[in-house]
């Protein structure tokens, strides 16, 4: 596939070996796509990503954190515009200006989903591993899972409701990277609040999040080696 500039360069994506992380939002979106992409964290090791991001290494568009992506000479970071734009290169963003907005307006909601839901278990030290910190962390997993958790999967399940085009998506009649991205919060949401997410009665965005997991590139794809397992420190 042409990329940005006519080149034939390989997509490659930056991001933390050995967990799923804000990677996973990205691979899911070249796995639906059947665009092969190069994980260089995976690959390479993590130094290959911290030189890459942080070190020098890379000589386009600065990267503030991964995930990124890069493809000849163009970088990009930014998990939602990240899947915004790999959406628009791959078919998996709607044609409608307003239909697009609202796929936006679903990649921002589940950025603040997953924030929130991670900052939860890092009360003490945000940038400290969940272990130092698991007393602490104990009310606001439970404020998380108790009053904010609901709220997200409330917005999902009402988004869906609205959908009159039938598919069981949640915005048009085709799989877009809201989709894929609101699996995933749910997914974490499962394995990171697992009670709280049994708690709630969603059945719209429960039955979303098994559709997706069964399309055919994406069930391909969770029973590969490509795929990354949980992080066990905390929500991502
Ligand atoms: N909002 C950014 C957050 C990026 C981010 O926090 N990345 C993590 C890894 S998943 C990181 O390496 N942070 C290091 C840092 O911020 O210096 C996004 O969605 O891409």
Same mark, same amino acid.
């Given at each position: 596939? $042409?990329?940005?500039? +006519?080149?034939?360069?390989p ?6 070996p ?9 691979r899911l ?14 690959q ?8 890459f991001c942080?070190k020098g290494?890379?000589? +386009?568009f600065?990267v ?5 992506? /890069?493809k +000849?000479?163009?970088v990009?970071?930014?998990? &939602?515009v990240? =899947?915004?734009?790999? @959406? /628009? ?10 239909e697009?907005a609202?796929v ?5 909601? %589940?950025?603040? $989903?997953?924030?929130? @839901? !991670? ?18 962390s104990? &009310?606001?997993?439970?404020?998380y ?5 609901p ?12 959908? #009159?085009?039938?598919?069981?998506f949640?915005v048009?009649a085709? %799989?877009? %990277?809201?989709?894929?991205? %609101?699996?995933?919060c749910?997914a974490?949401a499962?394995?990171?609040y697992?009670?709280?997410?049994a708690?709630?009665? #969603?059945?719209?965005a429960? $039955? ?6 069964? !399309?055919?590139r994406?069930?391909?794809?969770l029973?590969?080696? !490509?795929?990354?397992?949980w992080d066990s420190?905390? =929500?991502m």
């Amino acid at each position: 596939m $042409a990329g940005p500039g +006519g080149s034939e360069a390989p997509w490659e994506l930056f991001t933390w070996p050995g967990v799923k992380g804000r990677g996973e939002y990205l691979r899911l979106v070249f796995e639906e796509a059947g665009v092969a992409y190069s994980d260089v964290g995976k690959q390479e090791g993590f130094a290959a990503v911290a030189d890459f991001c942080w070190k020098g290494k890379n000589t +386009g568009f600065p990267v503030r954190a991964p995930p990124a992506i /890069r493809k +000849g000479d163009f970088v990009l970071s930014y998990t &939602p515009v990240l =899947m915004a734009y790999l @959406g /628009r290169k791959f078919g998996l963003m709607p044609q409608g200006e307003e239909e697009a907005a609202h796929v936006e307006q679903i990649l921002g909601v %589940v950025t603040d $989903a997953v924030a929130e @839901g !991670r900052l939860a278990f890092h009360p003490k030290d945000f940038y400290a591993s969940h272990k130092i910190q698991v007393d602490e962390s104990k &009310p606001y997993v439970k404020q998380y899972g108790e009053q904010r958790l609901p709220k997200y999967m409330a917005f999902f399940e009402a988004v869906l409701q609205q959908n #009159t085009h039938k598919g069981g998506f949640l915005v048009g009649a085709s %799989v877009t %990277v809201a989709d894929l991205a %609101v699996y995933q919060c749910m997914a974490a949401a499962e394995q990171h609040y697992g009670p709280y997410y049994a708690a709630q009665e #969603t059945p719209l965005a429960k $039955a979303h999040q098994a559709a997706i997991a069964a !399309r055919p590139r994406i069930a391909a794809y969770l029973h590969s080696e !490509r795929c990354q397992p949980w992080d066990s420190d905390s =929500m991502m």
